[in-house]
Structures are given as C-alpha cells and as structure tokens.
Nanobody, 119 residues
Framework: QVRLVEFGGGLVQTGGSLRLSCAAS????????MGWYRQAPEKQRELVAT???????NYGDSVKGRFTISQDNAKNTLYLQMNSLKSEDTAVYYC?????????????WGQGTQVTVSS
C-alpha cells in the first residue's frame, strides 16, 4: 500500500510562484512513476507533470516552461515548482503514484491541495 499526502497549496497572485510537496509512505520501492494532476471546477482532470523511476519527466502542454517536477528519493518526497502562475492554473492539485505488484498495476492518489491564482 502507498499513502500520499500533499502540502503547499494556497492563494497566490498572477505571476507568482508556489511549490507543492507530496510525501509518500508504505510500499514505495515498487513505485515506477509519480506525478501531479489537477482538476478545476467542472473540468476534466488533466496531466500536469510526471517523473519515472529513471528520472524521465513529462509535462502537460499548458505548463511547459513554467512548472518543474522533481523528487527527493531519500525523503520519498515529490515536488512541483510552479512559476509564472496564471488564473488558468487554479485547481485542486493531486499527487499520483503508479505501482506494479506481481504484474498488476495500481494507482494511488493524495487527498488534493487547492491552488488559487488571483489578480
């Protein structure tokens, strides 16, 4: 089992920066990818960024060049550095982990943290 807890959401002004953190615990050795997804009111959940256990990153088109995903393996913590924030970035941000156990894939999600960008 994997447990994920997010930290760092809040209210920021347009053009500002914010860093989110996600602490993972449990059976973390079998995680092959982690990432961030977000969901705005009445919108479909969308990819923000992912990173594999080999360090390969992938970003959603809307955040490329502005957001950076990183991880501290010693602390089992995932980060999302968000710069040049726009009102369109307002959403609940969810931490994600993908795990393979005896050939089966399992998805794990954090509780979410609200990010609000205003003028």
């Amino acid at each position: 089992q994997v447990r994920l807890v997010e930290f760092g959401g809040g209210l920021v002004q347009t053009g500002g920066s914010l860093r989110l953190s996600c602490a993972a615990s449990g059976s973390t050795s079998s995680i092959y990818t982690m990432g961030w997804y977000r969901q705005a009111p009445e919108k479909q959940r969308e990819l923000v960024a992912t990173v594999s256990n080999r360090g390969i990153t992938n970003y959603g088109d809307s955040v490329k060049g502005r957001f950076t995903i990183s991880q501290d393996n010693a602390k089992n913590t995932l980060y999302l550095q968000m710069n040049s924030l726009k009102s369109e970035d307002t959403a609940v941000y969810y931490c994600y982990a993908g795990r393979i156990y005896f050939g089966d894939r399992y998805d794990y999600w954090g509780q979410g943290t609200q990010v609000t960008v205003s003028s």
